[in-house]
């Protein structure tokens, strides 16, 4: 199975702050990788596929990179809405495919 | 709009069986590979099942493999999951989601990048 580890698993930052969560896959996953967004009580919310596409209706201070096994998710000048928690997603193959999170919280 | 509407939740014995419905609308619901996920209480998402457009193809996480059938009404714009020999595990919230990318090679690659999801139905296994 492909094992997804994200790093940070918590993040404290501030309205304003450039943030930057990495996923890191244990084997290569070329830039099959998904990040999603996801606030209490809600569904996930796609915000860049294959890497670094950004979804439509996505802001563009989100933004993917990387390739292979390591990733990240980068957001510059933090919104209030934007205090959640994120998972990477790999669909390169079928063993196994979500991270498992990234708490963004205000500090 | 776009949109995708579970139903059949419920609290069910272990052992017992139970059917999730996914009624799709505002696509093309034919054009798309469609998935199952779903999400234990204070845990990540977890990929379930998967079915490609015409239900030639199907996959399973080992967790699961077995014990639910994914299936697809494509005249009635709706997506089945059929659980059985369900166990306290399976206690979650599943979500229906659909992928981002229309009549891509299912052998190809899993179905991944989920534009749109359901709201998600609580299923609860418990005596």
């Known amino acids: 199975d492909i094992q997804m580890t994200q790093s940070p698993s918590t993040l404290s930052a501030s309205v304003g702050d450039r943030v930057t969560i990495t996923c890191r896959a244990s084997?290569?996953?070329?830039?099959?990788l998904a990040w999603y967004q996801q606030t209490s009580g809600k569904a996930p919310k796609l915000l860049i596929y294959?890497?670094?596409n950004l979804q439509s209706g996505v802001p563009s201070r989100f933004s993917g990179s990387g390739s292979g096994t390591e990733f990240t998710l980068t957001i510059t000048s933090l919104q209030p809405d934007d205090f959640a928690t994120y998972y990477c997603?790999?669909?390169?193959?079928?063993?196994?495919?979500f991270g498992q999170g990234t708490k963004l919280e205000i500090k | 709009e776009v949109q995708l509407l579970e139903s059949g939740g419920n609290l069910v014995r272990p052992g017992g069986s139970l059917r999730l419905s996914c009624a799709a609308s505002?696509?093309?619901?034919?054009?798309?590979?469609m998935s199952w996920v779903r999400q234990a209480p204070g845990m990540g998402p977890e990929w379930v099942a998967s079915?490609?457009?015409?239900?030639?193809?199907?996959y399973y996480a080992g967790s699961v493999k077995g014990r639910f059938t994914i299936s697809r009404d494509n005249s009635n714009n709706t997506l089945y999951l059929h659980m059985s020999s369900l166990r306290a595990e399976d206690t979650a919230i599943y979500y229906c989601?659909?992928?981002?990318?229309?009549?891509?090679?299912?052998?190809?690659?899993?179905?991944?990048?989920?534009?749109?999801w359901g709201q998600g139905i609580m299923v609860t296994v418990s005596s």
């Open positions: 294959k890497a670094s």
């Open positions: 989601a659909k992928d981002s990318e229309p009549n891509y090679d299912f052998w190809s690659r899993p179905p991944g990048a989920f534009d749109v």
């Open positions: 997603q790999q669909y390169n193959s079928y063993s196994g495919t």
């Open positions: 505002g696509f093309t619901f034919t054009r798309y590979a």
């Open positions: 084997q290569s996953i070329s830039t099959w």
């Open positions: 079915i490609s457009t015409d239900d030639g193809g199907r």
